[in-house]
């Protein structure tokens, strides 16, 4: 049973490109995480999603920031128009149900030029 | 705001020593979980502690709960130099329904010499 997996693991954007971020969750979970690791920091939440579904997205910027995850397919982070300061790890997680422990791939480095 | 607060910030030992690290948070909880960062890399869980347990174990690991002063221990005995990581507490706010989402400490990052 393969781990939680994302892709690309680093990504290079220029100001004003978009970022797609990929998450594929182990199997047999429902159950997405999206968190946001600056440097030096602790992860902070940024959306939960369940299949077709976002659940909580308390935690995302209010623009350029949107997520899904479709019935087939991976969960996507995608970043409209990236500047500097969106500059930071994004992990995904995945749980078989919310409020218990989550399974973290391996994270996505993102440096915007 | 940030639900948990850590210390020490780092922490420096020697292999064979134990090493404790000290979370406290600010609102109730349904449970709080440990997990392991090593550089670079993404995130390992260690153990979860629900807020009617007080006290938990796992091999090396022994991890404690004090909702009245909201606060959680992690102790790592007999330390080994694989153990140098940062260490995070993550907390699942109580009344967050069913989200599960975590809201984590800031870490601690724990240096193991051999």
């Known amino acids: 049973n393969a781990g939680v997996m994302q892709n690309p693991r680093h990504l290079v954007r220029r100001r004003g490109q978009e970022a797609r971020l990929r998450c594929s969750p182990m199997k047999g979970h429902s159950h997405v995480y999206w968190y946001r690791q600056l440097p030096e920091e602790g992860l902070k939440f940024m959306v939960y999603l369940q299949k077709e579904n976002i659940i909580d997205e308390s935690g995302m910027p209010k623009e350029r920031f949107s997520a899904e995850f479709p019935k087939e397919g991976p969960s996507i982070l995608r970043i409209q128009q990236v500047v500097r300061g969106d500059s930071a790890a994004y992990f995904c997680a995945s749980s078989p149900q919310g409020g218990n422990e989550q399974f973290f791939g391996p994270g996505t480095r993102l440096t915007v030029l | 705001s940030q639900q948990g607060e850590e210390d020490p910030q780092a922490l420096s030992i020697q292999e064979g020593e134990n090493a404790t690290m000290n979370c406290s948070y600010k609102t109730s909880i349904n449970n709080l979980q440990w997990y392991r960062q090593n550089s670079g890399r993404g995130l390992v869980h260690l153990i979860l502690?629900?807020?009617?347990?007080r006290e938990k174990h796992s091999g090396r690991l022994r991890v404690t709960l004090d909702t009245s002063k909201k606060s959680s221990s992690l102790l790592i005995t007999a330390s080994r130099a694989a153990d140098t990581a940062s260490y995070f507490c993550?907390?699942?706010?109580?009344?967050?329904?069913?989200?599960?989402?975590?809201?984590f400490g800031q870490g601690t990052t724990l240096q193991v010499k051999p």
């Open positions: 993550a907390t699942v706010p109580h009344g967050s329904g069913n989200t599960g989402k975590l809201i």
């Open positions: 502690i629900r807020s009617n347990e």
